[in-house]
């Protein structure tokens, strides 16, 4: 099983970016799906989470500003982000709970 995310670069503030992660394997629909970030100097943190079923869940510091949605048929979990912050910055990464697997992890860059 592998997951391969994609979509991060260098956008301004108040800008928006799409994330997608793309998932082999079998067990994909039946897994929670996560995105996480890390900042420099920070832990890596959780920004939103989807369960088999579609719910979700989000940070507080992303709440209204991020969605995050899956497509099962392509195996693939998208991270729709909207007015970046430059607090955004940081390598995304995708995580299937199931396996305990983590992508290789896509680099945001909100500056102007």
């Known amino acids: 099983v592998q997951l391969q995310a994609s979509g991060g670069g260098l956008v301004q503030p108040g800008g928006s970016l799409r994330l997608s992660c793309a998932a082999s394997g079998s067990i994909f629909s039946s897994s929670t799906m996560g995105w996480y970030r890390q900042t420099p100097g920070k832990q890596r943190e959780l920004v939103a989470i989807i369960t088999s079923g579609g719910t979700t869940n989000y940070a507080d510091s992303v709440k209204g500003r991020v969605t995050i949605s899956r497509d099962n048929a392509r195996k693939t979990v998208y991270l729709q982000m909207s007015n970046l912050r430059p607090e955004d910055t940081g390598v995304y990464y995708c995580?299937?709970?199931?396996?305990?697997?983590w992508g290789q992890g896509t680099l945001v860059t909100v500056s102007s």
């Open positions: 995580y299937q709970v199931m396996t305990s697997l």
